[in-house]
T-cell receptor
Framework: NAGVTQTPKFQVLKTGQSMTLQCAQDMNHNSMYWYRQDPGMGLRLIYYSASEGTTDKGEVPNGYNVSRLNKREFSLRLESAAPSQTSVYFC???????????FGDGTRLSIL | RKEVEQDPGPFNVPEGATVAFNCTYS??????FFWYRQDCRKEPKLLMSVYSSGNEDGRFTAQLNRASQYISLLIRDSKLSDSATYLC????????????FGKGTRLSVIA
């Protein structure tokens, strides 16, 4: 069982470069989420998609865009990367919003 | 914004000890409650759901107190492998609204 798969696992970018983080789930979940987690900090929700065809802003959406490509896939795009976006990014999915979320193993992104 | 509050710790306990964490939530309409575990540099993983009647899974017991709006996690006979950050997670009362994650309580079990 793959669960939630994130690619890439590691990436180094230069300031101003663009990048798309990919996420796919094989659990037939309706809802998907993108979080960032900085060292020693809690999870912060960037964007979420309650169902296929919908996306909504979370706590820290600035500098990011998302696409719910289909029920399985939810991508996160950084159009012009900034050093403040250096973080670990987690994708998660759930059957619906009030049910447990299952996480991918993260993308470690460094922006120089 | 609705809040989920946890004592960040760290809680440093010897092997075999019993340790308890509390978590308070602000939305009285919340219906779903969970405890997650996160190891260093890893993704959060569901530890257990918290039901109105409580929930026990081996050495772990979770309780819900709706009147005081808190949930608790009790770990008995602590193991070194229990060392992790424990996240309290609460929904905001609507089926499609994302869960709210607390910032976590760090536990270190010492030999």
């Amino acid at each position: 069982n793959a669960g939630v798969t994130q690619t890439p696992k590691f990436q180094v970018l230069k300031t101003g470069q663009s990048m798309t983080l990919q996420c796919a789930q094989d659990m037939n979940h309706n809802s998907m989420y993108w979080y960032r987690q900085d060292p020693g900090m809690g999870l912060r929700l960037i964007y979420y998609s309650a169902s296929e065809g919908t996306t909504d802003k979370g706590e820290v959406p600035n500098g990011y865009n998302v696409s719910r490509l289909n029920k399985r896939e939810f991508s996160l795009r950084l159009e012009s990367a900034a050093p403040s976006q250096t973080s670990v990014y987690f994708c998660a999915s759930s059957v619906r919003g009030d049910q447990p979320q299952h996480f991918g193993d993260g993308t470690r992104l460094s922006i120089l | 914004r609705k809040e989920v509050e946890q004592d960040p710790g760290p809680f440093n306990v010897p092997e075999g000890a019993t340790v308890a964490f509390n978590c308070t939530y602000s939305n009285s309409a919340s219906q779903s409650f969970f405890w997650y575990r996160q190891d260093c540099r890893k993704e959060p993983k569901l530890l257990m759901s918290v039901y109105s009647s409580g929930n026990e899974d081996g050495r772990f017991t979770a309780q819900l107190n709706r009147a005081s709006q808190y949930i608790s996690l009790l770990i008995r006979d602590s193991k070194l492998s229990d060392s992790a950050t424990y996240l309290c997670v609460v929904n905001e009362g609507s089926g499609n609204t994302p869960l709210v994650f607390g910032k976590g309580t760090r536990l270190s079990v010492i030999a």
